[in-house]
């Protein structure tokens, strides 16, 4: 398969050590058209303000009742929400080696499919300092009272440790069989070297967890029907499930199906929608339209051999973090449709589908704010978290 990107451009600033991205169009090239800014404004709902009072919020997960969520702050504070107000106190027994800088800090969170037995909460997070870090899995019982995590156990490490506070990835789904799906990113841009080469090339290098999706059991464990789990060359890894990916951050499954659907950021201009597919591989970066912070294309390819097409490139890039697909019934013309969060343009694009499959259109949800996280609620309702130091929990409802 061939791959067919757009070109754009990103300029990417640095403000107390996060990285705070501002798009702008450029240069397109190749035989699709790129998804800018010129996309319609989507009317007809409004925003209703659930709680503020969070600080970075990164992602959200609802408990069995309903009513009840447990939120991650990128500042390391794990948060409970009940009936719509914020508990004061934090939950305590947050792993010690949490490190919270740059873009790391405490990330996703997704509890066991059978959480209501055996109350297991599952966070990733950056562990280590700034000079050595990686992306971890761990997993710990949380008590009926929602205080406190004990028995916690580091299910997962990426295996090569990096430098800096870029690009950890950490979004986590469950897929029917009952794995666990994690994307982990490349680990940053150049100057970051690992091993005497930028770090973005392990992407390709199936012995590195960096740039890829990897897979594996609730316990942790490699399944025995990964697509390398039985590779003759030693140095694959076998948890890797697929490759070629810059920065995972979000991660959907489609309503009836098994299609496992992601948003990736991609570096000046090029952040990609993409399928995944078992053992495939994405091409970061050895074909892509992005460019270079300091100016030129990164590789002079668009396409490659063996490679996934994406199914939409975004150029001015979105900046994506948050995706889910639509099945409530407040806006029925939206049924299954996909909401993509961004972050630097302060928005929400609606991917709209026909009724065989195909993508047909875009439209755009405007804000005011960052939106780091989207996703439909036990109620049918589209609940947001915005990327904000006083960041807050929104519910998007007809107008």
Known sequence: MR????AGSLLALVVGGVAVYACFAGEVSGPIKPVGNN?????GWKLETVTMGLMRPWAAEWLPDGKTM???EREGRLRVVENGKLRMDVVEGLPDDLLASGQGGLLDIAIHPDFAKNRWVYLTYSAGTRRANQTQLARAKINKALTRLSNLEVLFKVNRVKSGGQHFGSRLLWLPDGTLLMSIGDGGNPPTKLGGRYIREYAQDLSAHLGKTVRMTADGK???????AGDKDPKTDPYVYTYGHRNIQGMALRPGTREVWVTEHGARGGDELNVIAKGANYGWPLATYSKEYF???ISDKTTLKGAVDPRVVWTPCIAPSGLTFYTGSDFPDWRGDLLAGGLVLKQIRRVRFAKDGRI?????LQFRQRIRWVEQG?????YVLTDEIDGALRRIVPQ
Request: net charge positive; aromatic share 4%.
């Open 39 to 43: 996309t319609p404004r989507q009317g």
């Open 3 to 6: 791959r067919k990107l757009l």
């Open 222 to 228: 490699v399944p025995a029907d990964n697509p390398f």
């Open 378 to 382: 036990p109620d049918g309702k589209l």
């Open 70 to 72: 447990l939120i991650t």
């Open 295 to 297: 100016g030129p294309r």
């Open 360 to 364: 047909v259109g875009q439209t755009t």
